[in-house]
């Protein structure tokens, strides 16, 4: 199966972050040259370019291929040196067994409850 890029979607991806394409190709760590033929669909990316694409533009990997209209990411990439208490608790919770990850879902339930009504 062809991992074929939809070039509409990649622009909207890149548009919804606020970034350039200069920016989007930093991020994305290649040319700014290559990151314009891919939006423009001169070019096609591999699939591991169009994975990469998705994490640094904070969609999915399928958005990009048209094969959902849902811009929402299906995988978030914590780096330590980015946000260390995040990455801290992530480590953690990743470790619970259902019974404690149940607990600590509806603990963060009530806390987003609670943020709302401080607002």
């Known amino acids: 199966m062809e991992n074929k890029l ?3 979607n990649l622009k909207k ?7 350039s394409k200069l920016e989007a ?3 994305m760590n ?22 990469q694409m998705a994490q ?12 959902t209209d849902s811009q929402a990411a299906d995988t978030i990439i914590i780096r330590k040196e980015d946000n ?4 801290r608790i992530l480590e953690e919770v990743r470790k619970y067994d259902d019974e404690k990850l149940q607990r600590f879902y ?3 339930e009530l ?6 009504k401080k607002k």
């Open 6 to 8: 939809n070039c509409v």
């Open 13 to 19: 991806a890149r548009e919804t972050m606020g970034i």
């Open 25 to 27: 190709s930093k991020r």
């Open 30 to 51: 290649i040319p700014q040259s290559s990151y314009v033929r891919y939006e423009n669909g001169v070019r096609k990316p591999t699939q591991a370019t169009i994975v």
């Open 56 to 67: 640094v533009l904070n969609t999915s990997a399928d958005y990009l291929m048209g094969k």
């Open 84 to 87: 260390p208490e995040l990455f």
């Open 106 to 108: 509806a603990y963060f």
């Open 111 to 116: 806390m987003k409850k609670d943020k709302k």
